[in-house]
């Protein structure tokens, strides 16, 4: 049930792009994007509520396929501060109210 | 500082004893969440408050967790009998409610280690 994110892992140099992916099993109300970084809560980054739509802030980006039920992170020219793990939540509401994280992608910025 | 709140931070406590934690979100929000994270993992939901109502309790969540909000503000949770598998960051969130999907904001947890 848990939706799952790809890569696991992965390590840029400074100025580099990166692409993670979630990909979910059950049909996806919303979907959220969070950045952690190691000891601290979790932050928001944005939110997509419908099939095909995008967002996006700075070289951050993101887009949902509510068919596919997947959605992408898009992260450009990054940044030392992009360091962290990213997760997708999900938000289903059939029947009973449920928010899931999904696996996570440990990114790593080097300079 | 209006961000959500959490305390204690850090929890140490023997196995088989009660704990209790606070939350107290932000203060124009009407949802509180609870999450249970362990190291290397996403947050696990646990459960979720639409005002001072209980509107969702996670299946992961055996009858020694148990979770309120009395006033609609802050809420508690206490973990009765601890096991050392309860030992996790234990996350607060809020957001906005209604018919919309909002962000959640999130409390600097309570760590707990159970030994």
């Known amino acids: 049930q848990q939706p799952v994110q790809s890569p696991q892992a992965v390590i840029l140099r400074e100025g580099e792009d990166a692409v993670i992916n979630c990909s979910s099993s059950?049909?996806?109300?919303?979907v959220h994007w969070y950045r952690q970084k190691h000891g601290e809560a979790p932050v928001f980054l944005m939110i997509l509520l419908k099939g095909g739509e995008q967002k996006g802030h700075d070289k951050i980006s993101a887009s949902f396929n509510e068919k596919k039920q997947q959605s992408s992170l898009y992260l450009t020219a990054s940044q030392l501060s992009y360091s962290g793990t990213y997760f997708c939540g999900t938000e289903r509401i059939s029947g009973t109210y449920k928010y899931i994280f999904g696996t996570g992608t440990r990114l790593k910025v080097l300079a | 500082d209006t961000g959500v709140s959490q305390d204690p931070r850090h929890k140490i406590t023997k196995r088989g004893q009660n704990v209790t934690f606070r939350c107290d979100p932000i203060?124009?929000?009407?949802?509180l969440y609870w999450y249970r994270q362990t190291l290397g993992q996403g947050p696990e939901f646990l459960t979720y408050?639409?005002?001072?109502?209980?509107?969702?309790k996670s299946r992961l969540l055996s009858d020694r967790f148990s979770a309120e909000r009395p006033k609609g503000s802050f809420s508690t949770l206490e973990i009765q009998r601890t096991e050392q598998g309860d030992s996790a960051m234990y996350l607060c969130?809020?957001?906005?409610?209604?018919?919309?999907?909002?962000?959640?904001?999130f409390g600097p947890g309570t760590r707990l280690t159970v030994t």
């Open positions: 408050f639409q005002n001072e109502a209980q509107l969702e």
């Open positions: 969130a809020s957001s906005l409610g209604g018919l919309g999907v909002y962000e959640q904001y």
């Open positions: 203060s124009e929000h009407n949802r």
């Open positions: 059950k049909a996806l109300y919303s």
